[in-house]
């Protein structure tokens, strides 16, 4: 499989703690790319890190990779309940025509 | 102004009918997708184009036929609809493939 699988599948927290997602894939990738869904709508692009980056920021969004491990995670700080949503990883795979797959998800629910 | 836009947003039918999705977006980009999520939120690609020409084609079947007439146009037709075609289409671009995708906010199908 060429999709990224998130863990946990769902995580709930309260206002103000960190959540943090994690993502693990299976083949060498040109970067892995994190997106969010609120719930009836479409995937937002948060943020993209490339396969020879380990650590990138955007806001309160913290994403690390670690290609020998074939895993990413996705900290968001100082959560908010606007932060409720779906978060999908999804590994870039080279030759793939470059489609993205996308797993099942991690639904996170911050409660105020 | 609208990034990429997909109408219907609801389409409800029966099955053996013909029925069209259409996409369009404004931002240049090169590559647009066709994504299907069923009611489990697992997101699956089933075609990118880039300029116009097909470069992936998932093992869908060809009921489904998508049309470019042009970089900004990704339509979606879907011949003799059946049951298990009920679910969420959406439609994405992305800048020459390698780069965080744009999605459409999706079609809601339910095939009755």
């Known amino acids: 499989s060429q999709q990224g699988e998130e863990d946990p599948q769902a995580l709930s927290i309260q206002e103000g703690e960190n959540a943090t997602m994690n993502c693990s894939y299976k083949?060498?990738?040109?970067?892995l790319q994190w997106y969010r869904q609120n719930s009836g709508r479409g995937l937002v692009h948060l943020i993209l890190?490339?396969?020879?980056?380990r650590e990138k920021h955007s806001g309160r969004l913290r994403v690390t990779l670690d290609t020998s491990k074939k895993s990413s995670s996705l900290l968001i700080t100082a959560s908010r309940a606007a932060d409720t949503a779906s978060y999908f990883c999804?590994?870039?795979?080279?030759?793939?025509?470059?489609?993205?797959?996308f797993g099942k998800g991690t639904s996170l629910l911050v409660t105020p | 102004d609208t990034a990429v836009s997909q109408t219907p947003k609801y389409l409800v039918t029966q099955m053996g009918n013909d029925k069209s999705i259409k996409c369009e977006q404004n931002?240049?980009?090169?590559?647009m997708y066709w994504y299907k999520q069923d009611s489990k939120k697992f997101l699956k690609i089933m075609f990118s184009?880039?300029?116009?020409?097909?470069?992936i084609n998932e093992t869908v079947p060809n009921r489904f036929s998508p049309k470019s007439p042009d970089k900004a146009h990704l339509n979606l037709h879907i011949n003799s609809l059946e049951l298990g075609d009920s679910a969420v289409y959406f439609c994405?671009?992305?800048?020459?493939?390698?780069?965080?995708?744009?999605f459409g906010s999706g079609t809601r199908l339910t095939v009755v």
């Open positions: 994405a671009s992305s800048r020459e493939a390698l780069y965080g995708y744009t």
């Open positions: 083949t060498s990738i040109n970067n």
């Open positions: 890190i490339r396969s020879n980056e």
């Open positions: 999804a590994p870039l795979i080279p030759n793939s025509g470059y489609a993205l797959n």
């Open positions: 931002l240049g980009h090169d590559t």
């Open positions: 184009y880039n300029n116009k020409e097909l470069i």
